[in-house]
């Protein structure tokens, strides 16, 4: 029997539902999870029974049932996956057609394949379809409505239908935020996976017995928390071995935060390390976490610990101590579980003797040191170093880059003040002067700093210029007697002097001409044109 039914009193129940279907909606992007509460709320106050929400599988072209509004329990939903292909059924063939379909009774209707067993063959049964932005339909929605008259069955199938297009668009920014965050994670990973790459052991390159002993101390120490106090001159690798450390933990996963201490002055460098609150001073427009706090779980790597102030170490010392800390400005106590690496090239026991280091702290940071030999002491590894190091170039230059024995004698001759940072500068600069990727001694350009190494007589030349002739002749001449990995015991001003004048006997013995001399000397005319240029030799006519 057909019901007559206020349109009024159906409008007025309808967008009382809408209200309430649209705040469902809105509290979650679980679809899956929302959706069950939407045919909740269909079925009790739209009169629109046992909703069912099927969602398309594009890769096999069904609609996969997805959620059903029973209020009796039913075997058929419970123990199977329930699916429709295209034109099967009337669901699917609203995914075929594209467009609502209304059946006034079901049972008279023979292409509705009844898989649940849950409506009435005597009432009417409306399905409408889920289109994206696109049109192309993403599922299909249906339920069941009582016998109505066609008035109140069209205004129930409007509002199905609205109700779908809310329902495809919560299914669509669902879409959307998971291909997000799945490319975010597999960014994230690719990216740790590269950074453990970049710090794996066999990016820590040495044979030498001292690095050895670095390499089995990283890895021992990398399995547990204790604080790791990193020692060595400037350019021995410090950072590297503090990220070896962390990227080799039960850590890696967590933030790794990095701080050089001795970049900032100490009322920065509170605000930095343990952040503030807003008004804490001047500027401080809202509150800022630090990089403990930053760090949390994780690890914090403390470099140029040696330049801070006894005011500032004592209050690092409770953090160290306790994990426990207040913002600037803040009376709050932020408890954090981190690990402390930190470095430093300073001579920390003269400074505690000295009164410029806290005594207590020296302790506290001290609990595991590990000291990196400068590069002069490893002499053995430049080959090795060298080569890994004009990979890394060649690889960022796009080519391949080679070098001469000769260049790596004269490498293996010089001291490296600078250490294995100097060794990199002077290798990419060499790279960038050599055409052919092939780099010689002539393009081994040493940097060393010494300003009073020549007395005031000497012509003044820079002092890239002064540690280029130094090395090269050294190592190309018998006579000096220096064996491998170092130079003779005389001061740099009698070496340089000794050495002009061997070029100046050289050009006179064959009659001031450069690629004589060169043959002489076993240079080329390049390398002897430049000594004659920073030694301010003065060229005679003959």
Not at 173 to 183: F, V, Y
Not at 369 to 394: C, N, S, V, W, Y
Request: hydrophobic share 40%; net charge neutral; proline share 4%.
């Amino acid at each position: 029997m057909t019901v007559a039914y206020s349109s009024i009193d159906l409008e007025r129940e309808l967008l009382a539902a809408m209200y309430n279907i649209s705040c469902v909606l809105n509290s979650s992007l679980d679809y899956c999870d929302t959706t069950d509460n939407v045919l909740k709320i269909l079925h009790e106050e739209c009169q629109l029974r046992c909703g069912m929400l099927s969602i398309l599988d594009q890769t096999r072209d069904i609609l996969l049932v997805k959620s059903v509004h029973s209020p009796e329990p039913n075997i058929n939903i419970e123990q199977k996956q329930i699916h429709y292909k295209m034109g099967e059924g009337i669901v699917g063939e609203v995914l075929r057609q594209g467009s609502s379909m209304v059946i006034r009774n079901l049972g008279k209707d023979m292409r509705f394949a009844d898989k649940l067993a849950l409506y009435d063959y005597d009432k009417p049964f409306i399905c409408v379809p889920l289109k994206d932005t696109t049109s192309k339909v993403i599922g299909a929605l249906s339920a069941q409505p009582p016998n109505l008259d066609d008035s109140s069955i069209t205004q129930l199938t409007r509002f199905l239908d609205m109700i779908a297009n809310l329902i495809a668009q919560n299914i669509q920014l669902a879409h959307q935020i998971e291909t997000k965050q799945k490319q975010l994670v597999d960014e994230r990973d690719g990216l740790r996976r590269k950074v453990r790459n970049n710090y794996s052991f066999k990016n820590l390159v040495g044979h030498t017995k001292s690095m050895r002993q670095i390499f089995e101390q990283i890895r021992l120490v990398s399995r547990w928390d204790s604080t790791v106090l990193v020692r060595g001159e400037s350019g021995t690798g410090k950072e590297l071995v503090a990220n070896a450390i962390h990227y080799n933990s039960p850590r890696a996963a967590n933030p790794f935060v990095k701080l050089n201490c001795a970049a900032l002055p100490d009322n920065l460098l509170e605000s930095e390390l343990f952040g503030h609150e807003k008004g804490a001073f001047t500027g401080a427009v809202k509150q800022r976490k630090g990089r403990f706090e930053m760090a949390n779980n994780g690890t914090i790597f403390l470099d140029e610990i040696g330049e801070t102030s006894p005011a500032f170490q004592a209050k690092l010392l409770r953090v160290l101590q306790e994990k426990e800390f207040e913002r600037v400005g803040g009376s709050s106590t932020i408890s954090v579980d981190v690990r402390i690496v930190a470095a430093t090239n300073r001579n920390l026991e003269e400074e505690v003797a000295n009164g410029h280091f806290r005594e207590d702290l020296y302790y506290r940071l001290n609990v595991m040191p590990m000291h990196l030999p400068a590069l002069r002491e490893r002499i053995q590894d430049i080959p090795e170093l060298t080569e890994f190091m004009l990979q890394k170039i060649g690889k960022a230059q796009q080519r391949k880059l080679t070098i001469t024995d000769s260049a790596i004698r004269s490498m293996m001759g010089y001291l490296w003040p600078g250490n294995v940072r100097e060794l990199e500068n002077t290798l990419e600069r060499a790279s960038v002067l050599c055409e052919s990727g092939e780099i010689g001694d002539e393009l081994i350009i040493f940097n060393q700093v010494d300003p009073l190494s020549f007395s005031d007589k000497v012509h003044p030349v820079s002092h890239t210029q002064q540690h280029a002739v130094a090395p090269s002749l050294s190592s190309a001449t018998p006579s000096s007697g220096a064996p491998l990995g170092e130079l003779p015991s005389v001061s740099k001003e009698k070496q340089f002097n000794d050495e002009r004048e061997m070029v100046i006997d050289a050009l006179e013995r064959s009659g001031w001409v450069k690629a004589k001399a060169a043959r002489l000397l076993n240079m080329t005319p390049r390398q002897i044109a430049y000594r004659i240029q920073i030694m301010n030799i003065e060229m005679k006519q003959i």
